[in-house]
């Protein structure tokens, strides 16, 4: 398996301009997430979803930021308009999900798309 | 809500010292714990977790931590570092039963000096 894959890897863009990251997660995991890494913050949950559903959005700065599932296999977090302090990484990652006690507990990260409002 | 706090923010250790590195979080029900690692420029690799069982768990690159339930820790440890363990390591911990989310702690950089 290819793990989890974000696109792009790296996002220059102008302050008001509408910014679109990318995530696959790992075929038939059914839980994914969005972190936000900064210096200030460190990591921060944005959102969840299990099976395709958003569980938990508390974490979404304001009204600017919007995350989907359309399917098991695609996510987009979408940041409209950015703002220079919308500079950070932001991952993806994705686990098998919930169940009965599993060793397959963990969350597989992606690489993070490096996003840069100037 | 569970959160974890990792008391250094950063540790500087000479190559083929021991390192700790500290970790204590606050729960009110059963949870998962982990150690990730994430080098310059990358994700988070996963060290090492505890579930369940003996509290003393190995993982990759000669990391094992130690599972204190009396006073909520989980440190990390390495007998002997080298360089290429320069990176930055995250606690985290995740709750048994229900929200499926890792809660992380802050981080500590390890920076490893010959």
């Known amino acids: 398996d290819a793990g989890v894959i974000q696109s792009p890897r790296h996002e220059v863009t102008e302050m008001g301009q509408e910014v679109t990251l990318r995530c696959k997660p790992i075929?038939?995991?059914?839980?994914l997430f969005w972190y936000r890494q900064t210096m200030m913050r460190g990591l921060e949950l944005l959102i969840y979803?299990?099976?395709?559903?958003?569980?938990?959005d508390s974490g979404m700065p304001e009204d600017r930021f919007s995350a989907k599932m359309p399917n098991a296999s695609f996510s987009t977090l979408k940041i409209q308009p950015s703002e220079p302090r919308d500079s950070a990484v932001y991952f993806c990652?994705?686990?098998?999900?919930?169940?009965?006690?599993?060793?397959?507990?963990?969350?597989?990260f992606g690489q993070g798309t490096r996003l840069t409002v100037v | 809500a569970q959160s974890v706090t990792q008391l250094d923010s950063q540790v500087p250790v000479f190559e083929e010292a021991p390192v700790e590195l500290r970790c204590n979080y606050s729960?009110?029900?059963?949870?998962?714990l982990f150690w990730y690692v994430q080098y310059p420029n990358q994700g988070l690799q996963l060290l090492l977790k505890?579930?369940?069982?003996?509290?003393l768990v190995k993982g990759i690159n000669g990391f094992e931590a130690e599972f204190n339930k009396s006073q909520t820790s989980f440190h990390l440890r390495k007998p002997s570092v080298h360089i290429s363990d320069t990176a930055e390591y995250f606690c985290?911990?995740?709750?048994?039963?229900?929200?499926?989310?890792?809660?992380f702690g802050q981080g500590t950089r390890l920076t490893i000096n010959p």
């Open positions: 985290a911990v995740r709750r048994i039963q229900g929200a499926q989310k890792l809660v």
């Open positions: 075929s038939g995991h059914n839980s």
């Open positions: 979803f299990n099976n395709n559903v958003p569980i938990d």
């Open positions: 990652a994705s686990s098998p999900g919930q169940g009965v006690q599993s060793m397959n507990t963990e969350a597989f």
């Open positions: 505890y579930l369940s069982g003996s509290t």
């Open positions: 729960s009110s029900v059963s949870v998962y």
